[in-house]
């Protein structure tokens, strides 16, 4: 079994689930997970966990995101996306009306934190039902806006009513209603024509393969060149080896461990980096897992074990 993050290529067409399929046939093992949906017309970055990777699933969902977006002016959708029924156009004279230093000052006045309600055609759930299967109910429910973050935000080109914008964000930001928002700030309307994830934290598009490379390079017995390690997820965190018996006897059956066995050397590495976890590995090299330190109790305690188990 393979164990790691790859960084896959989502096409338009395919769910995130089709890759995760996809991946599951290629590979021959069961043990593989997405870090958060891409919608089927979007496409680009999808980290895809695999093994004991896959613990990582919910830790890479928090992590920044960077988009391409297209975002039409003069229409508004029900699904807040060119793929969904035409609600309402903007007349020609309202649409000529907008000026490009319009588009560029709205767009801008996005960035910093702001309230996004979430649009109805989601996986977000209400009285543990989907959003999406109350929407194509012809239902609509209240829904509480949510706090996100846009870090930045640059307008690419406006070539009306077609707005072309890198929007860097906090988990939980939908894009195509950042387009919609924007649109109804400037009193047009607006959706989203075209997506594309350029970054998920470390992953790269550039770096990325799609399916058929991946399969490719199964083929070719390669594919785990391209795996990143899951310690290496956690390379801005220091290390520590174990280098007793006692201390691994507690590492392998996932219990803390007292601050006397790290070295002050690395303790005040942890200090420097403003951090209190400790990416920990026993005296065979393994590695074990990431530790968090307990000022109150001076211990090392698990926060996330990837040792053991398929």
């Known amino acids: 079994m393979i164990h790691g993050i790859i960084n896959i290529y989502k096409e338009p067409g395919y769910t995130s689930h089709d890759v995760v399929a996809k991946l599951r046939g290629i590979l021959k093992q069961k043990k593989i997970g997405h870090t958060g949906t891409l919608d089927p017309a979007a496409e680009g970055v999808l980290p895809v966990c695999l093994g004991k990777g896959t613990k990582l699933c919910d830790m890479l969902t928090d992590k920044r995101k960077t988009y391409r977006a297209v975002l039409l002016l003069g229409v508004k959708t029900d699904t807040q996306d060119t793929t969904g029924t035409v609600l309402w ?19 801008e006045s996005f960035i910093g934190p702001y309230e996004q309600i979430p649009p109805m055609y989601s996986a977000l759930k209400v009285n543990g039902k989907k959003l999406y299967e109350l929407a194509r109910e012809g239902k609509e429910v209240e829904r509480k ?16 009513p077609r707005v072309t914008m890198t929007v860097d964000c906090s988990k939980g930001t939908y894009i195509r209603t950042l387009c919609h928002d924007i649109g109804e700030k400037l009193g047009c309307g607006g959706c989203m024509e075209k997506l594309i994830r350029t970054r998920v934290d470390r992953f790269r598009a550039s770096e990325s393969l799609t399916l058929s490379d991946a399969e490719r390079l199964a083929a070719e017995g390669k594919l785990e060149d391209y795996v990143v390690p899951v310690d290496e997820m956690f390379a801005s965190c220091p290390a520590f080896y174990s280098d007793s018996e006692e201390l691994d006897k507690l590492l392998q059956n996932g219990n803390p461990f007292g601050g ?11 200090s420097e980096k403003g951090t209190s976890w400790l990416r920990v590995y026993d005296s065979c090299r393994r590695f074990i897992g990431i530790y968090e330190y307990q000022s109150s109790k001076k211990q090392w305690k698990p926060k996330k074990i990837f040792l053991g188990g398929d």
Do not use: G, H, M, N
């Not at 806006?145 to 009306?160: F, N, Q, T």
């Not at 006397?260 to 942890?270: I, L, M």
């Open 260 to 270: 006397r066995f790290v070295p002050a050397k690395v303790s005040a590495e942890v």
């Open 145 to 160: 806006a949510r706090p996100v973050e846009i870090y930045d935000l640059k307008v690419e080109s406006i070539e009306l």
């Open 89 to 107: 156009e903007s007349s020609k004279e309202s649409l000529e009306a907008v000026t490009k230093k319009d588009v560029l000052e709205t767009a």
